[in-house]
């Protein structure tokens, strides 16, 4: 809801008194986005019977925090809101990778149809670049398959293996989509939680120091078990996986037969000495792998959706085929573009500075976390920050609309930040399941990977909190 300029001129203390209206606002944009989705028009039978189909394949979107977030960012009286919430980067991808994109435009073939599994090219610059990492020399056109974006190829990975009724693992906290998909075709998700340490709730603690249980792994496994999805490095946490962690879990996939889909879209962003792929730990679990990359999350070029699968031939022939099916072709020019990019971005030392600017922009946030004596997950890897908010008390008279009821704390005080100070973030429920959602129900995500104008706007804000400690 955009608020004209008198509007903003309104004092603070008659402001206090829109959260019944925005509430109101907000109940009737939450049934106009469920009433697209779940009720047919009464007047027109045969289309109430051929969209019930895709209601209920596509029931949990309707869910989706990303929408819920949107729309409680749109109802805020305080605008523009600092948004902390969605991860995608504010800064231009390198302008090495811009020139090249502009370059490819002007190459015919890259504007037509190209193969469905991505254009040579493209695939053999990637061979290059992950034959050395993974330890042996791989098969551009039997071991690689490129698609439209790291979140397509998920879906195709899941969407090749996972039959109605099969059953998906994450280990929690999880991106949520993958329950999405796992959905979407018909499989169950089990969660296996990661475990915080004993002073996650009362202190800084490292991301590395929640960690798997892997009896809770080897619990989960049963016989319609078909993939384990892995995230390294994780989000939200941050973890960055250790070598003997990614064995436990590589040796107990392959005892069951169990596919292990390696999400690594955060790979060139770990603060670690260290960074392990799980394929390369034997020839047992590297054929038992598919590993996903993302160009989008590589360069900060995400509105490119880029994004590639790579694993043994008799995988990777599934997941081509699931590609042809949901996305047919991936966008050539950006294909060429992102293999110039990758031949170039070690010779313009890309990664290092990229993975400095992410670390410094990490730290300059959790300067307002420490000052305001919330304890947080410091990460390894990736851009999030998780923040336990356990301290934060909401007025016990605070007026929240319908759509908070029956939902965790977290959910609250994510309404709370974007309608009292503007700043958008992420209940970390979101990423866990029903069974496991207590543990998350005090902590919120942020994510770093913002303008430093926009985080400093963030941090000013976020020190309003002190009156609510």
Not at 228 to 241: D, I, S
Not at 325 to 337: F, K, V
Request: net charge negative; with cysteine; charged share 20%.
């Amino acid at each position: 809801m955009e608020l004209s300029q008198s509007q903003h001129l309104i004092s603070r203390s008659i402001l206090k008194s829109l959260p019944a209206l925005i509430g109101d606002l907000w109940e009737w944009l939450e049934s106009s986005l469920r009433t697209s989705f779940t009720q047919p028009a009464a007047e027109d039978q045969r289309q109430s019977s051929i969209s019930r189909g895709g209601t209920k394949k596509l029931a949990a979107v309707v869910d989706s925090v990303w929408e819920w977030v949107a729309l409680s960012i749109q109802a805020s009286p305080v605008q523009p809101v600092a948004n902390l919430g969605l991860g995608l980067g504010q800064d231009n991808p390198p302008q090495f990778l811009i020139d090249a994109h502009k370059e490819a435009l002007d190459q015919v073939q890259c504007n037509q149809y190209g193969p469905t599994h991505g254009l040579r090219r493209f695939r053999e610059v990637l061979s290059d670049i992950y034959s050395p990492l993974h330890g042996r020399t791989l098969n551009p056109d039997k071991e690689i398959s490129v698609h439209s974006g790291g979140t397509e190829a998920i879906l195709s990975t899941i969407t090749a293996f996972v039959e109605p009724g099969d059953e998906v693992i994450v280990l929690e906290p999880a991106f949520d989509l993958y329950e999405l998909h796992t959905r979407y075709v018909g499989g169950v998700l089990k969660a296996v939680p990661l475990h915080p340490p004993p002073h996650a709730a009362t202190g800084v603690s490292r991301a590395d120091e929640w960690t798997l249980d892997l009896q809770d792994l080897e619990n989960a496994m049963t016989s319609k078990t078909r993939i384990l999805v892995l995230n390294n490095p994780h989000n939200p946490l941050g973890k960055v996986f250790t070598v003997d962690e990614l064995l436990s879990i590589g040796k107990t996939c392959v005892k069951h037969g169990v596919i292990i889909l390696s999400d690594e879209v955060y790979e060139r962003l770990h603060y670690t000495n260290y960074f392990h792929r799980i394929a390369t730990l034997s020839p047992e679990i590297a054929r038992h792998t598919v590993t996903i990359g993302s160009i989008g999350k590589a360069f900060n070029a995400t509105g490119w959706r880029i994004g590639y699968a790579i694993g043994d031939k008799d995988l990777i022939k599934h997941v081509q085929n699931a590609h042809i099916i949901l996305s047919y072709n991936t966008a050539g020019p950006a294909q060429i573009a992102a293999a110039v990019g990758l031949e170039k971005a070690e010779e313009e030392r890309f990664w290092e500075k990229n993975r400095q600017d992410v670390k410094c922009k990490i730290d300059n946030l959790c300067e307002v976390f420490r000052e305001l004596e919330l304890p947080y997950v410091e990460p390894s890897g990736a851009h999030y920050v998780f923040v336990n908010a356990g301290r934060i008390k909401i007025p016990a008279r605070y007026k929240f609309p319908a759509c908070i009821t029956g939902k965790s704390r977290d959910w609250a005080l994510c309404w709370f930040l974007i309608q009292e100070l503007g700043v958008a973030t992420i209940p970390a429920s979101a990423s866990f399941s029903n069974a496991n959602a207590h543990v998350a129900e005090d902590y919120l995500r942020f994510v770093a990977c913002r303008t430093n104008a926009e985080l400093e706007l963030a941090k000013s804000r976020l020190r309003g909190l002190k009156a609510y400690l």
